[in-house]
T-cell receptor
Framework: GAGVSQSPSNKVTEKGKDVELRCDPI?????LYWYRQRLGQGLEFLIY????????KSGLPSDRFSAERTGESVSTLTIQRTQQEDSAVYLC??????????????FGDGTRLSIL | SQQGEEDPQALSIQEGENATMNCSYK?????LQWYRQNSGRGLVHLIL?????REKHSGRLRVTLDTSKKSSSLLITASRAADTASYFC??????????FGTGTSLTVIP
């Protein structure tokens, strides 16, 4: 009966490397969201998956960012050729229904990404 | 931007006092949600208020919504040291993405 699980919890990598972040949503949750949170800031929407619909990628900041989700389970966020401005906490959330459903989002504890 | 903005950015009170924080947004919404974030953790959902509701209570929390002013307030009564956290409002408009504000950092001094 676990909540949303994200891994790794911390990631330090050199500029230019690719990183892959993983999110395991709550079982049965059809909607999954990725956000970026810079230090002391609010959440910046990145991408939204809802069931088998095409994802809403409108928040991805550049083509270096991509995300996939297999059915209604695990999602991975990939950042290619990382830059120092990518340093942030990446948060994943899932919810029972999509945005029309008035369901709350359940968040993981995030992956803290540091680019050297 | 549709993003909500919380006010104040930071708030420090004594234990037992009430804490009030506000959220303003720019466009029509479907619902507004308040979340809490402890340092180094993810966000925890506190309360959701629909656009046709004006007030909602949950334990020591009271949320109001004024759609004519495009604003909401979160009141925490009889605050405790454990309420120390950042508080965010999030708005949703008819199927678009959620927009989170920049948060209010609340410190409750024992």
């Amino acid at each position: 009966g676990a909540g949303v699980s994200q891994s790794p919890s911390n990631k330090v990598t050199e500029k230019g490397k690719d990183v892959e972040l993983r999110c395991d949503p709550i079982s049965g949750h059809t909607a999954l969201y990725w956000y970026r949170q810079r230090l002391g800031q609010g959440l910046e929407f990145l991408i939204y998956f809802q069931g088998n619909s095409a994802p809403d990628k409108s928040g991805l900041p550049s083509d270096r960012f991509s995300a996939e989700r297999t059915g209604e389970s695990v999602s991975t966020l990939t950042i290619q050729r990382t830059q120092q401005e990518d340093s942030a906490v990446y948060l994943c959330a899932s919810s029972l229904g999509g945005l029309y459903s008035n369901q709350p989002q359940h968040f993981g504890d995030g992956t803290r990404l540091s680019i050297l | 931007s549709q993003q909500g903005e919380e006010d104040p950015q930071a708030l420090s009170i004594q234990e037992g006092e009430n804490a009030t924080m506000n959220c303003s947004y720019k466009t029509s919404i479907n619902n507004l949600q308040w979340y809490r974030q402890n340092s180094g953790r993810g966000l925890v959902h506190l309360i959701l208020i629909r656009s046709n509701e004006r007030e909602k209570h949950s334990g020591r929390l009271r949320v109001t919504l004024d759609t004519s002013k495009k604003s909401s307030s979160l009141l925490i009564t009889a605050s405790r040291a454990a309420d120390t956290a950042s508080y965010f409002c999030a708005t949703s408009k008819h199927g678009n993405q959620f927009y989170f504000g920049t948060g209010t950092s609340l410190t409750v001094i024992p």
